[in-house]
Nanobody, 117 residues
Framework: QVQLVESGGGLVQPGGSLRLSCAAS????????MGWYRQAPGKQRELVAT???????NYADSVKGRFTISRDNAKNTVYLQMNSLKPEDTAVYYC???????????WGQGTQVTVSS
């Protein structure tokens, strides 16, 4: 059974930092393209950052220069380092693993990030 378990969310003040982790089981992530998405209340889920199996990264314009996605294939874990957080970053953050286009597509349960003073 495939599981993606996110952790590291919480309440942080504007300008602060958080590091999200996504620990995978049931799959070997080094074969997968991995990503972080987020969904704010009343809004659609949107891409935050992706990292391919080869290590190429892509970021939403709204987080470029502030967020960094990385992967540790030995730990079967993907990370999202979030710096200079803003209230508009408040959302539930989801981890995603994709292989072969949409043939294999898995999601985590999400972790809440709240940026507020």
């Amino acid at each position: 059974q495939v599981q993606l378990v996110e952790s590291g969310g919480g309440l942080v003040q504007p300008g602060g930092s958080l590091r999200l982790s996504c620990a995978a089981s049931g799959i070997i992530i080094r074969f997968y393209d991995m990503g972080w998405y987020r969904q704010a209340p009343g809004k659609q889920r949107e891409l935050v950052a992706t990292i391919t199996s080869g290590g190429s990264t892509n970021y939403a314009d709204s987080v470029k220069g502030r967020f960094t996605i990385s992967r540790d294939n030995a730990k079967n874990t993907v990370y999202l380092q979030m710096n200079s957080l803003k209230p508009e970053d408040t959302a539930v953050y989801y981890c995603n693993a994709v292989l072969g286009g949409t043939v294999y597509n898995y999601w985590g349960q999400g972790t809440q990030v709240t940026v507020s003073s």
